[in-house]
Every structure is written in structure tokens, then in C-alpha cells.
């Protein structure tokens, strides 16, 4: 079965955007291990870039250490997919789910696509497409790789998702099912 790497984005010493009473870090670990879960309830082998409040590399590293290592933890496993887990944050307006992957990436597009339409399958989220972005993780990965953007921490209603319990079941279910359609393509 595929080996998929997930990245829960920040930790550690870099909270990632806050807003609405919320920590990215935290927000992007709760999802990311509940889309572990489902993934392995299907037989995928699943490769965390970290399961705590952690840095990956330590603590107040370079961006480039720290997104080195992430890079590294999928590369030495072999995954066959990455896929960078996180929220954007822009202003209280700005909302919506957006998905990116490395430009000229192929199957990291495709990737990126599938995971993406499952978001907005969700319903109520807005559609804000599939975007390049020459992105440290998606460029030094050697699998076919995405970040995903699952809303905007900043936006009250999105945040009111991000929070929700039923909701975080709802976007890992949503994003597992993007890499499970991926692979069976
Ligand atoms: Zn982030």
C-alpha cells in the first residue's frame, strides 16, 4: 500500500497564524492525526513530519532547517505522497480553501486537485482553486506533493469550522479521501 507523508505545518516554537482564539499549529496537528487515522483505517502506511506541539528540526531554527527536515522525514521514508497540512490567515474578509502544489508538478497537481475538489465537496467553504507556489516543501520533496490550505484562521466563520470538532473530522475525511482518489485514479 502507498506510503503518505503528512505535515502538520508549524509547532513548536512557531505557532503559525493565530486568530478567532485559535493556533494554526494546533489546528493543522488535530486535522492532520485525524486524517492519519482514516488513511490507516484503509491500509495506508502513514509517516507523520511530527505528532506533537514540536519543531521538527528545533526550536527557533531557519526556515529552511526546519522545512528541511520535514522534507527529509518524507524523503528517507520513501513516501509516495506528501501533503503539507495548514490555515491561511489574511484579514477578517478573506476566506475559503485553497490548495498548492510546485509548478510543473504533475502528479502534484493532480494530487493537489483531488484533495482540493474534496474540500469544496464539504460545501460552505469557498472554492478559491488550485495555486503554484515555488513552496520549500513542495519544491524538496522527491514524491508528488501539496499544501493545503484548509481556511482562513482569520475569517470568523471559517475560524468557527477550523474550531469545531465536527468540522476537523470533516476536512481530515475530506483530505483523506483526496489522497485515496489519487491513488485510485
Ligand atoms: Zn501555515
Not at 10 to 20: E, F, I, Q, R, V
Request: aromatic share 6%.
Amino acid at each position: 500500500m502507498p506510503i503518505v507523508c503528512l505535515d502538520p505545518g508549524h509547532g513548536g516554537s512557531d505557532p503559525g497564524a493565530c486568530g478567532n482564539g485559535l493556533r494554526e499549529c494546533d489546528i493543522n496537528l488535530i486535522v492532520a492525526l485525524k486524517v492519519k487515522g482514516c488513511l490507516q483505517a484503509v491500509g495506508y502506511q502513514v509517516i507523520m513530519t511530527r505528532e506533537t506541539d514540536v519543531d521538527v528540526f528545533g526550536p527557533d531554527a531557519t526556515a529552511s532547517q526546519e522545512l528541511g527536515a520535514r522534507c527529509d522525514i518524507s524523503n528517507n521514508a520513501g513516501a509516495d505522497v506528501f501533503v503539507s497540512i495548514h490555515c491561511n490567515a489574511f484579514n477578517e474578509v478573506s476566506n475559503g480553501t485553497e490548495t498548492l502544489y510546485c509548478d510543473g508538478s504533475v502528479k502534484g497537481k493532480l494530487l493537489a486537485g483531488f484533495i482540493q475538489k474534496q474540500l469544496i465537496g464539504l460545501g460552505d467553504l469557498t472554492d478559491r482553486g488550485l495555486k503554484t507556489n515555488p513552496l520549500y516543501v513542495t519544491k524538496h520533496t522527491d514524491a508528488p506533493a501539496c499544501l493545503t490550505e484548509l481556511a482562513f484562521i482569520s475569517n470568523p466563520k471559517d475560524a468557527a469550522k477550523l474550531g469545531n470538532p465536527v468540522w476537523q473530522d470533516e476536512f481530515a475525511r475530506a483530505v483523506a479521501r483526496g489522497v485515496t482518489d489519487y491513488f485510485s485514479q
